[in-house]
């Protein structure tokens, strides 16, 4: 778990190593190519979890591939 300015987020550092798939960082906007390190990170909480208790939307669907340059920089992309 990681506490920001834009939020807590759930954050996943993967090797690469199992990754057949090409991601697009939403950060660089640029492809993750297969066997890159990166990481993986999404909301912590659901969307509007505390406003509307029926809101089943996972905040895990929001679960984005980012470089993580790109990732540790994304406070300063905006």
């Known amino acids: 778990m990681e506490e920001a300015a834009d939020g807590d987020w759930a954050v996943r550092p993967l090797t690469g ?3 057949d798939k090409v991601y697009r960082c939403p950060g660089c906007d640029q492809e993750i190519r ?3 390190p990166h ?3 999404w909301p912590a909480y659901a969307r509007d979890s505390d406003l509307d208790p029926w809101d089943t939307e996972s905040a895990a669907d929001w679960r984005r591939h980012w470089h993580t340059a790109c990732w540790r920089a ?3 992309r905006r």
Request: hydrophobic content about 35%; cysteine-free; charged content about 25%.
């Open 39 to 41: 990481v993986v990170a």
């Open 34 to 36: 297969p066997g890159t």
């Open 74 to 76: 994304r406070d300063r």
């Open 17 to 19: 190593s199992a990754t």
